[in-house]
């Protein structure tokens, strides 16, 4: 690759471009991010999709002036390239480097963290309501995507935008896909929007209307009140959007760079809110992902030639063993149903989808919803599993407490990706769950230590359960152990994984094997008997077990993946002191922070979370008795 775009200005420099110029350097970033992605893993299709959308955008505002905001922010490799990030991009997700997401700390051109679905139109109308506040004058632009327009808080936010009318620009990247297909009725409406017969006159129309009008000159204004008009008429298709108060421009192909700019300009003529859809291929450019564009959403390093994963993994994952035993128990119980807030794959349900149509649920990006439905469903009679990833469940708090828990629904959720996820880093720890839940009455909370246990539980919460429940597993392969007919698991009782009389270690989830490991470690190289109690529930505790191992050893370790207040080393304090047992107590998880990207293991060692870390802790602790010795 030649390095010419690393010798520009960039962002400034794109403007001296010429279109054939600006065609270049969208190959050069395609090959650039495929390359990059491929050694380190990424959202490589929805990247390849925005290329030229980002650079229309940084061609025709100035960031970081104006403000750029990208939905979710996993499609903003293109945009890191063009501002400042272009030598820094081969430390994408790696730990200390670059983000996969947009962050303020990270760049001036980043105006608004984002990581998570659907907040992009509330961000951009709150930095135009600043703006105005301050009689300030710079653009702000959302860019959305289809699957991101299925999440509450976009509608929650357009509506409010239509009302206050402020100046603002939404782009609506329209690929026909969330992770996976997308869904819904907004989705089949944007649909119809596409495969209009009208849609290439319209679009051919509208394209020449835009070519006529001036750029420059007193007639402008004029103009563009006479272009809304007249759009009004010509682009019905949007009427939707405006309906909600925004101007509609659209659809634009969004492959091309001298269309997108002029829809830009004029857009950002308008008054008010608007609305610019724009039409990409996820994927474009790279075979491989124009043919499984699911698969290359997210993926991990791959071979460049056939796009296949590098590494195989050993064992089946968490995921893998949950999706195989929703199979198992639902052929058996016609009442199980599963949902899915648009993470069908990631959360190990496409099987069940492709089998019992009738039975699941994908929602689209509405995680409170999903806890809503789920709710009714069970009221309904039903026996609903949703399956969600930790740190997207937050949304539905509300819906936990009021829904589910508030009413005793037996709705059980499979937390998945709990704990530590690894490289995309602080918006997507699954680290707050068990403080989140464990303080709603009712809500049982169960983590495995290994995916038979795992099989258990799933069987426990839908048949042992007495109300809503829990189970929360990481995003790790398994611990390659067989796997038994899932069975029911005695209600909030732990398991004693060893004897011991110096140390009692006790900790919730996989971590136990670790747990289990640094006992054995102490035995061996430092004459230290620790006994290691595999919690298996969080809530309710087994408390007498804890209880008894605890006086036996007169000193106590928790050990848990998750941030430490209000989770399973609170939960085992508040039981010590309610039955006024003073001891020694050190706790092992998450301190009062955010985890960076990076590796799980890498991660896991640096906060003590590993055998070693466990072990360190362990024996500073019993030697010198003060807990936090270590790592
Ligand atoms: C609240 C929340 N739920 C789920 C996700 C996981 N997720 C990341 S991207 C994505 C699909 C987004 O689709 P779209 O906005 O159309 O962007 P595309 O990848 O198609 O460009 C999902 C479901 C998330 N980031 N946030």
């Known amino acids: ?26 190959a050069e970033i395609r090959q650039y991010m495929i390359r990059t992605v491929a050694d380190t893993g990424g959202h490589l299709a929805s990247n390849l999709g925005v290329v030229e959308l980002a650079l229309a955008l940084h061609s025709t505002f100035d960031s970081p002036r104006d403000r750029i905001i990208w939905d979710v922010g996993h499609q ?9 990030r272009w030598d820094r991009f081969p430390t994408l997700r790696r730990y200390g480097g670059l983000s996969g997401f947009p962050k303020p700390s990270e760049s001036e051109h980043d105006p608004f963290g984002t990581g998570h679905s659907s907040t992009s139109i509330s961000a ?11 009689g300030e004058n710079y653009r702000v632009i959302a860019v959305i995507g289809d699957g991101a327009l299925t999440g509450g808080m976009a509608y929650e936010a357009l509506n409010h935008a239509g009302h206050v009318k402020a100046d603002l620009i939404v782009v609506l990247n329209d690929n026909k896909m969330s992770i996976s297909s997308n869904v819904g009725a907004i989705s089949d409406y944007l649909g119809r929007i596409r495969s209009d017969p009208k849609y290439s006159r319209l679009k051919a129309e509208f394209e020449q209307l835009m070519n006529r009008v001036p750029l420059v000159g007193k007639k402008m204004v004029e103009s563009a009140e006479r272009l809304r008009g007249g759009l009004k008429y010509l682009l019905t298709p949007g009427m939707i959007f405006e309906e909600l108060g925004l101007t509609y421009f659209g659809p634009v192909d969004g492959h091309n760079i001298a269309a997108l700019k002029r829809t830009l300009r004029q857009a950002a003529r308008m008054k008010g809110p608007v609305l610019v859809h724009v039409l990409t291929e996820k994927g474009k450019g790279y075979p491989h992902a124009e043919a499984a564009p699911e698969r290359f959403h997210g993926i991990g390093p791959f071979d460049l030639g056939n796009g296949l994963p590098r590494s195989k993994k050993k064992y089946p994952t968490y995921t893998e063993v949950f999706g195989k035993t929703m199979l198992k128990l639902a052929a058996a119980d016609p009442k199980i149903v599963a949902l899915t807030a648009a993470m069908a794959g990631g959360t190990g349900l496409s099987r069940f989808a492709e ?40 949304r539905a708090y509300d819906q936990l407490v009021h829904d589910i828990c508030l009413q005793n629904l037996p709705v059980v959720l499979a937390v998945d990706r709990a704990g530590i996820v690894g490289e995309d880093g602080e918006t997507h720890q699954g680290i707050f769950d068990l403080s989140y839940l464990r303080s709603i009455p ?42 038994s007919e899932p069975r029911l698991l005695p209600w909030g009782k732990g398991e004693l994984l060893r004897e011991g009389k110096d140390l009692l270690i006790v900790a919730a989830g996989t971590v136990a094997n670790a747990a289990l490991a640094a006992a054995d470690r102490l035995a061996r190289e ?35 993946e998750s941030i430490l207040a209000g989770g399973f080393g609170s939960a085992v304090l508040e039981l010590l002191a309610e039955r006024g047992l003073a001891l020694p107590v050190s706790r092992l998880g998450i301190d009062d922070r955010f985890v960076e990207q990076g590796p799980r293991e890498l991660l896991l060692s640096l906060y003590g979370l590993d055998a070693e870390g466990i072990y360190r802790e362990a024996l500073s602790f019993t030697r010198v008795g003060v807990p936090g010795g270590a790592p």
């Open 1 to 26: 690759m030649g390095n010419w775009p690393g010798q520009l200005k960039l962002p400034e420099d794109l403007k001296n471009l010429s279109i054939a110029e600006l065609k270049e350097l969208a």
């Open 76 to 84: 903003s490799y293109p945009h890191k390239l063009l501002t400042g």
């Open 124 to 134: 951009a109308l709150g930095l135009a309501l600043a703006r105005d506040f301050y």
């Open 355 to 394: 089998l019992y149509p009738q039975r699941f649920y994908d929602v689209g990006i509405a995680e409170q919803h999903a806890a809503g439905l789920a709710a009714a469903l069970a009221a309904g009679g039903l026996k609903p599993v949703f399956a969600v990833y930790s740190t997207f469940l937050q």
């Open 442 to 483: 009712g809500m049982a909370i169960m983590a495995p230590r290994n995916e038979d246990e795992l099989q258990h539980m799933l069987y426990t919460a839908l048949y042992g359960a007495p109300g809503p429940a829990a189970l929360r597993y990481p995003r790790d392969k398994g611990e390659g152990v067989p796997l």
């Open 526 to 560: 430092a004459g230290i008997d620790a006994a290691v109690i595999n919690a298996r529930f969080v809530k309710p505790l087994d408390e007498e077990l804890i209880l008894q191992w605890a006086r036996r050893c007169g000193r106590l370790l928790t050990v848990e």
